[in-house]
């Protein structure tokens, strides 16, 4: 029996739907690889910048300014033109949005203090290195922006990295060039005459008398002097190794009291005033007593808070209560400082941060967060937001 075989009942037109419907999905995973590889070889450049632009810094010698054979005159770690030429030199595409250079006074300081607003800045000079504990902070900036903005979930932030290296300023690692010692042949004396075997004819050695000379070659005193050894001076003195004021003091925690205090509840805070630069709030302590301040949290529109021109960023460079308790030029949405015994004084005061430039923007509004150490304080925040 003969069975006829009917023809497929799937068309091309069949295909080309499936190949639609899959397509968005396979373009989508495209995508996505393409944005993670340039946000990994955004944040690989501007890590390796930051490293590359203190490494300068600390390293000894006199700075180029940046230019090779135009020589500043000025140690590197005071030649800002040089540094940011080293850490430019790993951006690939362009320079970079931001780069701060501070120092400090190694690991448990954290205030430190920016520097180098122009091109050669000896505020970091040797009274400052000599104890070889205080380090060269470079933190470098750019800003990641997505291809597509919101078809994946990748969205744009600030990528930061901050490297901080030690400049050992009081140890000398110059090399001096060690005498060259010549060794003396050795000579053959005067009066050495050699016997002819048949007469008694003594002669002087000629070049064909060689027999006679027999391996009398003694290197007498070719030893090298004591000037070819390194003297004491290249090792480390006592002073290379940390002091104990490398490690945070008592003072910063503060000691609890006896009995803890009950009126913290009485401590009032006026909204956020955004004037200029700067933004503040004022504080009410009606508690009778001086509050201790453990951290204070700021937060902010580091990307668009400025309106006009073409840099609407807002960088902070400065808090102060009383008086000025922090400094430096942090670019970040948000940022906590541990002030060392801050006191919110009894009565009326007022917390202040000042920006790079003028502060135009309230959407989202700032926020400021200040929590207490004092015993029995320290469920009681003070919350601009609250």
């Avoid at 040089?82 to 430019?88: D, K, L, M, S």
């Avoid at 690991?107 to 400052?128: F, H, K, Q």
């Avoid at 070659?217 to 001076?233: A, D, L, V």
């Avoid at 006009?308 to 906590?336: C, E, K, M």
């Amino acid at each position: 029996m003969k069975h006829i075989k009917l023809p497929s009942r799937k068309s091309s037109a069949q295909a080309i739907v499936e190949f639609a419907i899959a397509l968005p999905i396979l373009l989508l995973l495209v995508y996505g690889l393409v944005e993670t590889g340039r946000y990994l070889f955004l944040y690989s450049t501007v890590v390796n910048a930051s490293r590359q632009g203190v490494r300068y810094a600390s390293a000894t010698g006199i700075g180029d300014g940046g230019i090779p054979g135009n020589n500043a005159g000025v140690p590197r770690y005071q030649d800002c033109d040089g540094i940011r030429a080293a850490t430019n030199r790993g951006a690939y595409i362009a320079t970079f949005d931001t780069i701060a250079i501070e120092w400090d006074g190694g690991p448990a300081d954290t205030t430190p203090t920016s520097y180098c607003a122009g091109s050669v800045d000896t505020s970091l000079n040797t009274g400052i290195l000599s104890d070889n504990e205080h380090r060269v902070r470079v933190t470098v900036q750019e800003q990641y922006t997505p291809i597509v903005p919101n078809l994946v979930p990748f969205v744009a932030r600030p990528i930061i990295a901050t490297s901080s290296r030690t400049v050992l300023l009081s140890v000398s690692i110059e090399v001096t060039t060690a005498p060259i010692l010549i060794p003396v042949s050795p000579t053959i004396p005067a009066t050495a005459t050699i016997e002819a075997t048949n007469t008694p004819k003594k002669q002087t050695p000629t070049a064909t008398d060689t027999p006679t000379f027999t391996p009398t070659k003694t290197n007498t005193p070719i030893t090298y002097t004591p000037t070819m050894t390194f003297t004491p001076s290249l090792t480390f003195t006592p002073s290379n190794t940390p002091t104990p004021s490398f490690t945070p003091t008592p003072s910063f925690t503060p000691t609890p009291s006896a009995t803890p205090i009950t009126t913290c509840g009485l401590v009032y805070h006026g909204p956020e005033v955004i004037s200029g630069t700067n933004l503040s709030m004022t504080i009410d302590n009606q508690s009778g007593f001086p509050l201790l301040v453990q951290e204070v949290i700021v937060f902010w529109d580091n990307a668009d808070g400025h309106k006009t021109g073409t840099d609407h960023t807002l960088r902070l460079q400065s808090a102060s209560l009383v008086t000025t308790f922090w400094t430096g030029n942090i670019y970040s949405t948000q940022y906590p400082i541990y002030p060392p015994n801050l006191y919110i004084p009894t009565g009326g005061s007022t917390i202040t941060f000042v920006f790079h430039q003028t502060y135009t923007k309230n959407d989202p509004a700032p926020r400021i967060l200040i929590n207490l150490a004092t015993n029995g304080c320290q469920s009681n925040p003070i919350d601009s937001d609250k």
